[in-house]
C-alpha cells in the first residue's frame, strides 16, 4: 500500500458545483496534513494546513478522520480557475526527523 | 506569507557541463529546505533534505555526488546538477520549511542539451 493516496482523476465537474476529493494515509503516526493545488508548469502553493479535525477557508474545507486515516477537500461552489492538480502531503515522523510525503495529485477540471 | 525564490528559473546548457541552482527564503529563516525534481504529468519526487550546516540528506538512488547541495546560510540552499546529461532534464523545485508548512519556490527548468 502506498503511504500516501489519491485518485488521480481528473474530476471534471460543472461551475458552481461541489466537489471533494479524498486522500488516504497508511501511517498512523503521521502528525500533520497540507494540501496544495499545482497549476500547470508551476510549484505547488499550499492551499491548507490541516493538524487537527479539520480546517475551512472561505469555499474550502478540509476534514481528518483519523481513525478511517484519510483526509478531504471540499471545494464549493467551483470556480473556473480552481481547475489545477491537488496534491495531498502527509508528515511522517521518521528517524528523528519528521518526512513529508506527496500524493500522485489528483487534477479537477471545472468546466464552463 | 513564507516567500522563497528560485534562480535561474530556466537555463538550457550543454551536456557535460555544471549547473547550479539556488533557493533563497526571502522573508524567514530556514533551517530545512527540500529539492524536488518533478518530470511532466507526474508528481514531485523528493530527491534530498538540506539543512544548514550539515550535509544533506539523499533519498534513495539519488546519486549524492551529482547533485550537490550546500546550505550554507538559513537563507539559501544550492543544488549543483554536476556532468549533466539530457536524461537530467527536468523541474527542479526547491523548497523552504517553516514551522511545519513548505513553502515552495517557483522552480528551474532545466534542458541539457
Known amino acids: 500500500r502506498k503511504e500516501v493516496e489519491q485518485d488521480p482523476g481528473p474530476f471534471n465537474v460543472p461551475e458552481g458545483a461541489t466537489v471533494a476529493f479524498n486522500c488516504t494515509y497508511s501511517?498512523?503516526?503521521?502528525?500533520?496534513f497540507f494540501w496544495y493545488r499545482q497549476d500547470c508548469r508551476k510549484e505547488p502553493k499550499l492551499l491548507m494546513s490541516v493538524y487537527s479535525s479539520g480546517n475551512e477557508d472561505g469555499r474550502f474545507t478540509a476534514q481528518l478522520n483519523r481513525a478511517s486515516q484519510y483526509i478531504s477537500l471540499l471545494i464549493r461552489d467551483s470556480k473556473l480557475s480552481d481547475s489545477a492538480t491537488y496534491l495531498c502531503v502527509v508528515n511522517i515522523p521518521t528517524s528523528g526527523t519528521y518526512k513529508y510525503i506527496f500524493g500522485t495529485g489528483t487534477r479537477l477540471k471545472v468546466l464552463a | 506569507g513564507a516567500v522563497v525564490s528560485q534562480h535561474p528559473s530556466w537555463v538550457i546548457c550543454k551536456s557535460g557541463t555544471s549547473v547550479k541552482i539556488e533557493c533563497r527564503s526571502l522573508?524567514?529563516?530556514?533551517?530545512?529546505m527540500f529539492w524536488y525534481r518533478q518530470f511532466p504529468k507526474q508528481s514531485l519526487m523528493l530527491m534530498a533534505t538540506s539543512n544548514e550546516g550539515s550535509k544533506a540528506t539523499y533519498e534513495q538512488g539519488v546519486e549524492k555526488d551529482k547533485f550537490l547541495i550546500n546550505h550554507a546560510s538559513l537563507t539559501l540552499s544550492t543544488l549543483t546538477v554536476t556532468s549533466a546529461h539530457p536524461e537530467d532534464s527536468s523541474f527542479y523545485i526547491c523548497?523552504?520549511?517553516?514551522?511545519?508548512?513548505?513553502?515552495f519556490g517557483p522552480g528551474t527548468r532545466l534542458t541539457v542539451t
Open positions: 501511517n498512523s503516526a503521521s502528525q500533520s
Open positions: 523548497s523552504a520549511l517553516f514551522g511545519y508548512e513548505q513553502y
Open positions: 522573508d524567514f529563516q530556514a533551517t530545512t
